[in-house]
C-alpha cells in the first residue's frame, strides 16, 4: 500500500480520537470531588459517546498499523496534540499562548519529517 495512503488513514484516526476528546471533554464536570462523580460519568451521554468514537478510530489505526511501520504510524497519530489543540481552541475558546502554539507548530513539523522520510 502506498505509504502516503496510510499517512492519511493515520491521520483519520488521529482526528477520530480527537474527536472523542471532544466529547470526554464536554462529559467532565468542572470537579470530580466524590465517588458517586465519577461513577455518573459511565451515564455521561458525552462520556459514551466518546468512548464508542475512541473505539471507532481503534480499527482505522488497527488497519494503518497493518500497512506501515510503527515508526512512521504512530508519530503521524501523534498529530492528536495538533487536532486536540485546534479543537480546544474553536470549541471551548481556550487560550493558545506563543510558547504552546510553538510547541504544536514543532508537532507538526515532526509529522511532516515523519511522513517525508516514509516516502
Known sequence: MNIYLVIFITLIAALIASVAQLLFKKGVPEKLEKKRHIIGLFKNRYILLGGVTYLISFPVYIYALSAAPLSVVYPVFASTFIFVTL????????????????????????VVIIGLSAG
Open 87 to 110: 479543537i480546544s481552541v474553536l470549541t471551548f475558546k481556550e487560550k493558545l499562548s506563543t510558547l504552546r502554539a510553538l510547541g504544536v507548530f514543532l508537532v507538526f513539523i515532526g
